[in-house]
């Protein structure tokens, strides 16, 4: 089983640049999110998504984007990277009903110099 | 907005010992559950104990096991019998319909 797939596993990118962030689950999840973990942070929720064609904001938004035009697809994109964007980001997924566990990628880590 | 907070930025044990890392949370919702993730140097995210707000009955796994009070809206993890394993950062993350909001993390250290 791949479980939850993230690429690549680091970049850097330049101020300006744009690119996007991978993720991939093949256990037929509902449930999607992008997080962000910074020192001192913990995890913050980017965007997140409930099924195919549904996606809302978290706690922290600006800067990214994102689509969910199929169930194991959720990719996160970076229209203009800037320094404070600097991170390790995590895709997960889980089941759609709640008390369902969160299965996790293994991170990207971004560097935006 | 539910939020999540973790006021032990760090703590440290020795092994064999027990150690109890807190967790407090804020939410007008009667319905969600409560987690505790371990994110060990790899980083890979583990899910150590979850906690259904409904249920009383404290959950326990193995050496973990939390002390959940809904009306304090607290929720702390007690490691048993630390074992060097145990030495990663520790998320607490509360989960309602939607969104899994996790907290600031506590670095844990078990010593020999």
């Known amino acids: 089983n791949a479980g939850v797939t993230q690429t690549p596993k680091f970049q850097v990118l330049k101020t300006g640049q744009s690119m996007t962030l991978q993720c991939a689950q093949d256990?037929?999840?509902?449930?999607m999110s992008w997080y962000r973990q910074d020192p001192g942070m913990g995890l913050r929720l980017i965007h997140y998504?409930?099924?195919?064609?549904?996606?809302d904001q978290g706690e922290v938004p600006n800067g990214y984007n994102v689509s969910r035009s199929t169930t194991e697809d959720f990719p996160l994109r970076l229209l203009s990277a800037a320094p404070s964007q600097t991170s390790v980001y995590f895709c997960?997924?889980?089941?759609?009903?709640?008390?369902?566990?969160?299965?996790f990628g293994q991170g990207t880590r971004l560097t935006v110099v | 907005a539910q939020t999540v907070t973790q006021s032990q930025p760090e703590m440290s044990v020795q092994e064999a010992e027990t150690v109890t890392l807190s967790c407090t949370y804020d939410?007008?919702?009667?319905?969600?559950?409560l987690f505790w993730y371990k994110q060990p140097p790899s980083r890979q995210m583990i899910l150590v104990i979850r906690?259904?707000?409904?249920?009383?009955q404290n959950a326990t796994e193995n050496r973990f096991s939390v002390n959940f009070q809904k009306a304090a809206k607290s929720f702390s993890l007690k490691i048993s019998d630390s074992q060097l394993g145990d030495t990663a950062m520790y998320f607490c993350?509360?989960?309602?319909?939607?969104?899994?909001?996790f907290g600031t993390g506590t670095r844990l250290q078990v010593f020999p």
């Open positions: 997960a997924s889980r089941p759609g009903h709640v008390n369902t566990e969160a299965f």
């Open positions: 256990m037929n999840h509902e449930y």
């Open positions: 998504s409930v099924g195919a064609g549904i996606t």
């Open positions: 939410t007008s919702e009667s319905n969600y559950y």
């Open positions: 906690q259904e707000a409904y249920k009383q």
């Open positions: 993350a509360f989960m309602n319909t939607d969104k899994l909001i």
